[in-house]
């Protein structure tokens, strides 16, 4: 099934093969290094060899500042591991720069320039020094306009503030972003490839240190590095190499400004729900941005899981679990899977791909067919300054390949 793109119509494109390292504090591994983990399991996944690959697309926010690689980062990285001569284009667009690069990847292998295509995105936040990592973070937002003295993280006192209003609206309380923390920190002991790997009560959430308040440290997302890799192709390449693949029935991108007043995940999210030929209520899961568990419950609503301010009540009827109405952050989200920025969009198509292939292990959705990925990356005008949202959903041969396995 073709996908339309403005006027264009779109080849259909799959995803054939996904890798990913495990995300975490890695102070002795290079992004050289945590890029070669990512792409060779993905390679191995899909059963392409590197000269079979016709570009390659290159997530990556903080390199510059945070390991003083400014430029030519793809070629650097992927280069060491042999690959090279083939276009290789590097995507920035703060945390959605691996979604970004997938976006880009999608429209060639659509359009038809290329058959067969490696997305990577990759990041090292962490540094010794705490101050560079968040004046790293910092620049993902008008640098003209920042204030204070620098010493936090600005999304985080972000979503903050955006809660306060949220739960005056809504009688959300701080119980109800400590369930969705917990929710997501149990999936994440699930993952083997999850920055934390440990369950914790909602009291123990409630009861950790303060970050940005009223959120606890638990219910914010981490510093770390990692990696993660996509094999992206046609249909007919996939037939080829044996392969039906997830296929992408949506990838949208949007920036920030909304002059008609709707916010720029309503119409990221009606915009990919079109392009799909679904309703949210046909999603089996979702994974979604979440800088704080309080920005995962502010997108419920704004996503179509659920009605205008009955967030709370989604959460109350645990329709958020994995095995719940709609599964959100099977993989552990952001919080607890962890957040190495120009990695984070690639992850999260990993996750969906494993689910809608049903090796997803003890965090299986059951029966899982369409997942939605919603990344967002900076702030602008009040808002993310980028959005992508991809919609992937279950070739039925596919699945039965793999879970035959």
């Known amino acids: 099934m073709a996908a339309n793109y403005g006027d264009t119509l779109m080849r259909t494109v799959n995803i054939c093969g996904v890798g990913m390292t495990r995300f975490g504090k890695y102070p002795d591994r290079s992004l050289k290094d945590l890029a070669r983990e990512a792409v060779t399991a993905a390679l191995a996944d899909a059963g392409v060899e590197i000269p079979c690959l016709q570009a390659a697309f290159v997530g990556n926010s903080m390199a510059g500042i945070v390991t003083g690689q400014e430029a030519v980062r793809g070629q650097v990285v992927l280069s060491a591991m042999g690959i090279g001569g083939l276009p290789i284009v590097n995507v920035e667009n703060a945390c959605a720069s691996g979604s970004t690069a997938l976006h880009q990847a999608w429209m060639a292998v659509g359009a038809g320039l290329h058959e067969v295509v490696l997305v990577l995105g990759v990041e090292k936040l962490f540094h ?38 949220y739960m005056k609206r809504t009688g959300a309380t701080l119980r109800h972003v400590a369930m969705v923390a917990e ?9 083997p490839s999850a920055q934390y790997q440990k369950a914790y009560s909602v009291e123990e959430i409630l009861a950790s240190p303060v970050s940005a308040p009223p959120l606890t440290r638990l219910m ?3 510093i770390g590095d990692g990696a993660a890799a996509l094999v992206v192709c046609s249909e007919a390449y996939a ?25 720029i995940a309503e119409r990221g999210a009606s915009a990919a729900y079109d392009m799909a030929g679904i309703g949210p209520e046909e999603l089996s899961l979702a994974e979604v941005h979440d800088t704080t568990a309080a920005s995962e419950l502010m997108l419920y609503e704004k996503l179509g899981f659920c009605g205008a301010d009955e967030g709370p009540r989604l959460v109350d009827t645990g329709a958020i679990q994995i095995d719940g109405r709609i599964p959100v952050n099977t993989s552990g989200g952001l919080i607890s899977r962890g957040h190495p920025v120009g990695a984070t969009g690639v992850a999260q198509i990993v996750e969906i791909t494993q689910q809608l292939r049903g090796q997803a292990g003890p965090r299986q959705v059951n ?18 300054a980028a959005l992508c949202i991809h919609i992937l959903v279950a070739d039925d041969a596919e699945r039965t390949r793999n879970l035959g396995n």
Do not use: M, W, Y
Request: charged share 20%; with cysteine.
């Open 128 to 165: 010794p020094d705490r101050a560079v990592t968040l004046r790293a973070l910092a620049s993902a937002t008008d640098v003209e306009k920042l204030s204070g003295d620098g010493g936090g993280s600005v999304f985080l006192e972000e979503s903050s503030q955006r809660l306060a209003a």
């Open 367 to 384: 029966g899982a067919r369409i997942g939605l990925a919603h990344n967002s990356g900076g702030t602008v005008l009040g808002e993310p």
């Open 239 to 263: 037939k080829k190499i044996g392969r039906a693949g997830i296929r992408i029935g949506a990838s949208v991108v949007r920036s920030a400004s909304s002059p008609d007043g709707v916010g």
């Open 183 to 191: 929710k997501s920190h149990r999936n994440s002991a699930l993952n």
């Open 220 to 222: 914010c997302s981490p």
